[in-house]
């Protein structure tokens, strides 16, 4: 990509700038392909790959995107996993024994109370994002890096 504008640094002066779109674009590359798998008995077949390969700077460089929220994920695998849990273990923990079944329901309860709550938590955390990420593409777009300085700065 060739980049025709550029911005004088204003921490040194020098114009050997780069947009962060210009250093991810020249820092990653992604190539695709087929191979095959043969493990003996168990596995084999055709498998497709694709391999993405990006450098520190372009790393550093990225466009902002949407975050994986694992409060969220956790929060909805406790709520649902979590039940059969507490009733296997209290289960397998009271077999022979009487009045156990006041305990399993304060468990299973609680996990699925706890899980929700990660949920709820999770997901008022991803609405927010999802609300910022346009402006943070916005200061993305207009963020440039010194080549000589090592700095970034926004431009108008």
Known sequence: MTQTKRYACPYCGSEDTR???AIYEA?????TGRGSVDTGKLLSG?????????TEEARLAAKPRKTVNFRMDAGLFLAIAGPPIAFITFFIAAVGRDGYQQPLFTAIGFVIVVGAALFIWGRSDAKK?????PERVEAWEKTWRCRRCARSFLTK
């Open 19 to 21: 947009s962060y779109r």
């Open 27 to 31: 820092g990653s590359a992604s190539s």
């Open 46 to 54: 055709g498998v497709d790959i694709q391999l993405t390969t990006v």
């Open 129 to 133: 994002e999802d609300r910022d990420l």
